[in-house]
């Protein structure tokens, strides 16, 4: 017992007379940093003046900047990368940024700077500060057309179906009736019309188009036979008319948006649009690098058409947003700036000419970073945490990320008010298809009249000779 005392009492002794210090380790007091960014809007948002240098900056990285500043008594100024890209491996050397911190010529990269393995063995990352998927910006759907209304109702299948029982049940009928005259002729009352199948057919087509004027097929007390065809035809057409007018209605009064693809899949065999990427981008490199299933196939695509790997002047909203508007693009980036890109579009012209793919490609990690074992890091990264703790991050994304007006709340499943002609332009177009046909048939029949009259003449005329 007196043993543990006295070293209980050796250490409060050497505790009271020892003089512990820790030393404070502040880089960036008073430093002034050279900072490397780029124009990626709503993260950072670059103005420059009349010479072309940067006036000043603002959006979510430069918040998140300014911050650091002040906590740390630093000050700093902007650069831009000459060749305008962030950074990737092009044959054996880094471009943009990244070799920019890799030449030391620059102390920081502010940015949404995707983090990658290969990057990270040149570059250290600060703490991420972003999740950011990518997207691609493609044309608004497009609205059923019209034209094809008519047919809408049913699918092909079923159409066939359709007439292929008008016809079946044609040809049972004028078959029984056949046999009937044929065999039973005294039971037969049916009229000589009957006998044709034609006038069988029309009484089935005349039935489906809901039209007046045909009776049902009889030949007579022995005709029950044909009476249940027609009659189950009734009750069939009955269903085929009422849920055909129910579809047409909802056809022409409720607008049909149908986005042009969806998904990757879709657009590595979509025939409308072409896959436009930023030219070093990370997933430029990832299809480029696939050797097989979509992202090969994608690859193939840009191999096949270099001219759709868009330089960095693309990284200019406006620039980006006139190359999306001619139609025949879905243009791959990173989701915010596609979001900034969309809402730019509905305030330049008030309407949904573009929106985004439904499916997000990949996550990616998005952060700053500084030169390979850079002595700021451990710093940068404790204000990361510091910024998130204060729930700074999420206030500056409120402000600057805006949910585009034209993703995912199109006009679909409004009922239009009034019908326009465009709505019920398949009916008039099959109405002059029918006029048409008409006016054809009435010409061949006089032309035939007319040469039978003529022979009829002549024939009469060499018999009285």
């Known amino acids: 017992m007196f043993a543990v005392w006295a070293l209980l009492l050796t250490a409060v002794i050497i505790t009271g007379t020892a003089d512990f210090s820790f030393e404070k380790i502040d880089y960036l007091n008073g ?42 008594n630093f000050t700093f100024h902007y650069v831009e990368p000459p060749d305008g890209y962030f950074g990737a491996f092009v044959n054996g050397s880094w471009n943009g940024m990244v070799a920019m911190a890799v030449r030391k010529e620059i102390d920081l990269i502010a940015t949404q700077l995707t983090t990658t393995y290969a990057r990270s063995k040149v570059i250290d990352f600060t703490t991420s500060f972003s999740k950011d998927p990518m997207s691609a910006v493609i044309p608004a759907p497009r609205e059923d057309n019209f034209m094809s209304a008519i047919v809408k109702p049913f699918q092909p299948g079923v159409w066939a179906l359709i007439i292929f029982s008008m016809f079946s049940g044609a040809t049972v009928t004028w078959i029984f009736m056949k046999l009937i005259h044929k065999y039973m002729p005294e039971y037969y009352n049916g009229g000589i019309s009957n006998l044709q199948f034609w006038e069988n057919f029309m009484y089935y087509f005349g039935i489906i188009s809901s039209q007046a004027g045909r009776t049902m097929p009889s030949v007579g007390p022995l005709g029950h036979a044909t009476r249940m065809i027609a009659a189950g035809w009734c009750l069939t057409s009955v269903v085929f008319v009422y849920l055909y007018s129910g579809c047409l209605t909802s056809f022409i009064t409720i607008p049909k948006l149908y986005p042009l693809i969806e998904s990757l899949d879709d657009l590595s065999t979509s025939v409308d649009l072409e896959l436009t990427i930023l030219k070093n981008s990370v997933f430029e490199s990832m299809i480029l690098e696939a ?79 500084v030169q390979k074992h850079s002595q700021y890091l451990a710093q940068i990264d404790q204000g990361f945490q510091t910024m998130a703790a204060l729930g700074l991050q999420n206030y500056w994304e409120k402000r600057f990320l805006k949910r585009p007006k034209c993703e995912g709340n199109l ?11 465009a709505n019920l332009f398949s009916a008039f177009l099959l109405l002059m298809g029918g006029m048409g046909i008409s006016c054809f048939v009435f010409v061949i029949e006089n032309i035939w009249f007319f040469y039978n009259k003529n022979g009829r003449k002549e024939t009469n005329t060499t018999l009285l000779k």
């Open 291 to 369: 050797v097989s299933g979509t992202y090969k196939m994608l690859g193939d695509s840009l191999r096949n058409k270099p001219e759709n790997r868009l330089p960095s002047d693309y990284l200019e909203p406006e620039i980006f947003l006139k190359k999306a508007l001619t139609g025949r693009f879905a243009m791959v980036d990173q989701k915010s700036f596609l979001e900034y890109v969309l809402n730019k579009a509905y305030t330049i012209s008030g309407k949904c000419e573009v929106t985004l793919m439904k499916q997000e490609i990949v996550t990616s990690l998005d952060s700053m970073a």
């Open 31 to 72: 430093k002034h940093l050279i900072v490397a960014t780029a124009d990626l809007n709503p993260y950072m948002y670059i103005y420059h003046d009349s010479n072309g240098t940067i006036d000043h900056a603002d959006g979510i990285v430069h918040e998140m900047m300014l911050w650091l500043a002040r906590k740390y």
């Open 411 to 421: 006009d679909t499943g409004i009922a239009k008010p009034r019908l326009t002609l």
